[in-house]
């Protein structure tokens, strides 16, 4: 469902009557002159064209409860239940909102409305309803990346999404998974048996992979729950072609153009296939149990973050630069160096997060970044700073050595994203050996080694972020029982580099990461960090 083409029209009407009436009105004042009667005439016009605009917006769908009614109805699948209840109300009115974006393609200002209501998610439906929208405008605005972890998010809520799992099953057929997607149509099959297009899309995938016979069976199931589904002749005109069976395959081409199909498109197709250069697409590497196990580490595991990225744009938060406030002394008296400012009000889509005010990293400037490997919690040479100010004074200008890790200061930009745990995280191997013993599977240490690298760059998320997952270079600090109360990953920064300039050095190529308790984070209590870093 779109945005109303006839109020457009209409607003549009309005919008040439109004400007034609301006102009008469002006004509009015120059021949005849200014008076009290002309003034009435233009008010009463203004205000009667303001009225029938507000009424034809209202009609449209600018917040008219009929028209989010509609959508109640239209996309009840996705909605399913979410913010039910009667303390929800403003988060609904907001989904609702996100979907009018959705219908009037302003994708980005709906990104934004869900991007904040993901903290104030509290049910899986809740949360499901939130990322199927997310995934929907992530692909409008060419993001498969981005709309594959919102869908794999959504399942992680809820696995019994047909539409899910069969869009999430497009998206590798895109990327040339074919072997992923079928999986995923399965699913779409098991909690919709009559979904004709995860039949037609599976068949499509099975003819991207020369098996002609399957494509051929799954697009007549597809037809038998649509007739005349100008896709499902389609593939089964060009399946037949690939088998040989010119008879049938002008058969269902006939078909296929008599249902509204493009002829001069599937002739195109038909003449790769007869000429031989129907590339096959070959199987993933790795074993469908092993594929499953990842996915549902994935799910298990996916979490919002944010990525931080360097910008030019005007933000408060920064990397480097001078400090802001009174900056805290390190063991030996000297001031510290600010690490990382985050102006909390421009972070998004985190949970627990500070909503307002500023979160401030200090390290002391040595040859450590200010680390105690033997004692990484003890806050004499870093400090991590809850500020609830909306604005702090900034200080002079520092003297670094070369050995502090940011040389001047850099704008950030933060970008809500979803990942799942990185495989160098401490619980990582439990969590897929769990799944991989499901499916009859040996342990991660026991796969051939080109299968553990395949399953190592599947969970491998780089770069700086607030939240998300660390990346070591050596090992997780948090192995040591004593540390593993530090479940929230705060802060990461990583070595930076472009071809003209090292941004940020850590090490020889390394990261830097602060560790916090959920609950500390909750309370916004930061006396309690675990302080890590190493490089390669």
């Known amino acids: 469902m779109k945005q109303n083409k006839k109020a457009k029209i209409v607003f549009i009407v309005l919008l040439v009557l109004g400007i034609a009436a301006v102009g ?34 209202s009609a449209a769908g600018g917040g008219s409860k009929k028209l989010y009614a509609l959508y109640e109805k239209e996309y009840s699948e996705h909605i399913h239940g979410a913010f039910s209840r009667d303390e929800q109300k403003k988060e609904k009115k907001l989904l609702m909102n996100a979907i009018h974006c959705f219908n009037a393609e302003r994708y980005t200002k709906g990104i934004d409305i869900l991007q904040n209501l993901v903290p104030k998610c509290a049910k899986p439906c809740d949360y499901a309803a939130v990322y199927t929208f997310l995934a929907l405008m992530y692909e409008q605005v060419d993001k498969p990346e981005n709309a594959m972890k919102a869908y794999q998010a959504v399942l992680k809520y809820d696995d019994t999404r047909s539409t ?25 099959l098991e909690a919709d048996p009559k979904n004709e297009y995860a039949y037609n899309n599976m068949g499509n995938s099975y003819f991207r992979l020369g098996e002609y016979q399957k494509a051929v069976d799954l697009a007549k199931k597809a037809l038998e729950l649509k007739p005349a589904f100008v896709q499902a002749l389609e593939l089964l005109c060009t399946s037949y072609a690939a088998m040989g069976d010119e008879a049938k395959c002008k058969e269902y081409f006939d078909l296929s153009v008599s249902s509204g199909g493009n002829p001069a498109a599937l002739q195109n197709v038909l003449k790769v296939i007869r000429e031989g250069n129907l590339a096959k697409d070959s199987y993933a590497p790795v074993p469908y149990e092993i594929d499953k196990a990842c996915d549902l580490v994935y799910r298990e595991t996916a979490l919002p973050f944010i990525r931080i990225g360097l910008t030019g744009e005007d933000t408060n938060s920064r990397f480097g630069g001078p400090a802001l406030g009174a900056a805290p002394l390190d063991e030996s008296g000297n001031e510290m160096k600010l690490l990382c400012g985050i102006d909390c009000s421009e972070v998004r889509g985190l949970a627990d997060f500070p909503e307002s005010g500023w979160l401030l990293f200090y390290i002391a400037d040595n040859e450590l970044y200010g680390a105690d490997f033997d004692n990484p919690t003890s806050q004499k040479n870093f400090r991590v700073i809850y500020r609830p100010e909306a604005a702090l004074a900034e200080g002079d200008t520092p003297v670094l050595t070369e050995t502090f890790p940011v040389q001047k200061r850099y704008n950030i930009a933060l970008t809500p994203d979803i990942c799942p745990m990185n495989y160098c995280d401490y ?7 769990k799944h991989l013993a499901k499916s009859g599977m040996p342990k991660f240490n026991e796969l051939e080694e080109d299968t553990q690298e395949d399953i190592a760059k599947r969970f491998c998320t780089v770069g700086h972020s607030l939240y998300g997952s660390p990346m070591f270079a050596q090992y997780d600090p948090r192995e040591n029982e004593e540390y593993q109360k530090y479940d929230t990953l705060l802060l990461q920064v990583f070595t930076h580099r472009t071809q003209n ?18 609950e500390n984070l909750k309370n916004k209590d930061f006396s309690d960090i675990l302080y890590w870093w190493d490089c390669y």
């Open 24 to 57: 008469l009105a002006v004509w009015e004042i120059c021949t005849n002159g200014f008076s009290v009667k002309t003034a009435g005439k233009l008010a009463a016009f203004a205000a009667a064209w303001v009225l029938a605009i507000a009424r034809m917006y």
């Open 164 to 188: 899910v799992w069969s869009n999430l099953g497009r998206l590798h057929r895109k990327k040339g998974y074919h072997r992923e997607a079928i999986e995923c149509y399965k699913k779409a």
């Open 427 to 433: 619980r990582f191997e439990d969590i897929l050996n």
């Open 501 to 518: 300039e090292t941004k940020i050095q850590i090490g020889d190529e390394g990261a830097i990461q602060f560790f916090i308790p959920k």
